[in-house]
């Protein structure tokens, strides 16, 4: 396959018609990509292993070298969405949600953007990052599931979230001390509605968490969550967390996308943090 045609998979399979601006072709050298190592997380020295292995591409699900300064304009549009399907009030989404990614776009101010780009192309060898995509894909993948457990057992309890993540491979086979944990609440805890959050370029605020659990959601299942939203969450005492771990998460959509590319010939190696 060619760069290009895999970057056009990448957006048929998560239902795209552009890509989101932490995502896609870091450097394309316009050769015929056969073999694929791929990464959660990959830099200039994955680069150089991949060039003297003889692969022909690298792809890293982390945008190290290629997210873009405006993408926060995306993500929080479709934030304040995701806030609004949760039950949160328009006017509010709106502020929780714009308030957030610009305190993350400013981060990205001050990045080295182009040092991966740099390598590869002294190295003549494709490079290529998949983030939102594959986050949205996880998540896709773990609402579903969610759906429908709370379908089957409207009384489902934490601990039946818990058992739900555990039947999907990534996090099953994740690492000791990687896998689901209840982080807020109980595994004794009814889940009520069970909303999974897991793209947006980090997880959401603690306002964020307010706003949804005031609107009715009961349990909420992420990558990650900051102490702030931890103790926040506990003394709201409304709503359960569940933490499903971020390398299994992020495995969940990123071998996806890989499976995608391997249906159509390419060999693709898993390293560096891929469940």
Known sequence: MKVIEMYQSVLDLVGLETMPEDSGIVYDNGKDVKKVLAGIDMDCTMLMLAKQLGFDCVVQHHPNGIIHPNGADLFSR???????????????????????????KQRVHSRNRTQMQDVAKLLDISNMAYHTPADMLAERTVQKRMDGLMERNP???VQDVIDELMQIREYREAL?????????????????????????????????????????VGTFVG???????????????????????????????????????????????????IV
């Open 78 to 104: 479709d934030h304040m969405k995701k806030l609004m399907e949760c039950g949160v009030p328009i006017n509010v989404a709106q502020k929780l949600a714009y308030q957030t990614h610009e305190k993350r």
């Open 176 to 216: 000791e001390g990687q896998q689901p944990e209840v982080w807020v609440g109980k595994p004794s805890s009814f889940a009520g509605k069970i909303y999974v959050e897991m793209y947006g370029v980090g997880a959401p605020s603690l306002e964020e968490y307010i706003a949804c659990s005031e609107a009715g």
């Open 223 to 273: 990558m990650h969550a900051t102490p702030e939203v931890i103790e926040g969450l506990q003394k709201h005492g409304k709503s359960n967390l569940v933490i499903a771990g971020h390398m299994a998460s992020d495995s969940v959509g990123f071998n996806q996308i890989l499976e995608a590319w391997e249906k159509k010939g390419v060999e693709v190696v898993r390293i560096s943090g």
């Open 155 to 157: 009384m489902c309890t």
